[in-house]
Structures are given as structure tokens and as C-alpha cells.
């Protein structure tokens, strides 16, 4: 199994910033893919940033210019740096990894993490 644990939620004003962090842990071999997505209330879970293990991040042009996607390879972890936040940035904050548990190509993972909320006032 792999696990994901999300950290740095919070309430914070508009303008604000806030860094969230999530560690990947247990049978992991390589991880392609790392990236957050959120959900607000009444609304369907949405991406937010990806980043590959070879650098290349994508993000949703809701967030662009003021979110940063980030990744530590060694340690499994993948950042999210947000500044400029806006109350319609408040939402659950999923973290996600895909990767492989070992060596052989079809020992697959996709793993989610349990959320953390942002909250955003304005």
C-alpha cells in the first residue's frame, strides 16, 4: 500500500498564502505523477497542479500565476505553494500520486490522500 499525508491547511485572509506539503509513503518503487486537487461544497473535485518526476507541472488556469507545484524526488514529497488566495480558492485539498510499487510494469499505483481544508476569508 501507499500513503499520502497531506499537512499545512488552514484559515487564512485573502491575499495570504499557505504551503501545503504531502508525503508518500509504504511500497513505492517510482512515482510519475504527483499533484493536488480540491473540492468545494456543492462542487465536483477539480485539478488543480501536476507535476511529473521530470519537472513538468500543469495547472488550472484558475490557479495560474499565483500557485506553485513543486516536488522533492528523495523524499516523496510534493509541495503547493499558494499565494494571492481568494475565498474561491477555499476548499478540501487532495494530494494524489500514481506510480509504480515495484520494478514490474503492471504493479501499479494511485493513491489519494485523506484532504486538507483551506479556507479562505475574505
Known amino acids: 500500500q501507499v500513503q499520502l499525508v497531506e499537512s499545512g491547511g488552514g484559515l487564512v485572509q485573502a491575499g495570504g498564502s499557505l504551503r501545503l506539503s504531502c508525503a508518500a509513503s509504504?511500497?513505492?518503487?517510482?512515482?510519475?505523477?504527483m499533484g493536488w486537487h480540491r473540492q468545494a461544497p456543492g462542487k465536483q473535485r477539480e485539478l488543480v497542479a501536476t507535476v511529473t518526476s521530470g519537472g513538468s507541472t500543469n495547472y488550472a488556469d484558475s490557479v495560474k500565476g499565483r500557485f506553485t507545484i513543486s516536488r522533492d524526488n528523495a523524499k516523496n514529497t510534493v509541495y503547493l505553494q499558494m499565494n494571492s488566495l481568494k475565498s474561491e480558492d477555499t476548499a478540501v485539498y487532495y494530494c494524489n500520486a500514481a506510480g509504480s510499487r515495484t520494478s514490474r510494469w503492471y504493479d501499479r499505483f494511485d493513491s489519494w490522500g485523506q484532504g486538507t481544508q483551506v479556507t479562505v476569508s475574505s
Open positions: 509504504g511500497s513505492i518503487f517510482s512515482i510519475n505523477t
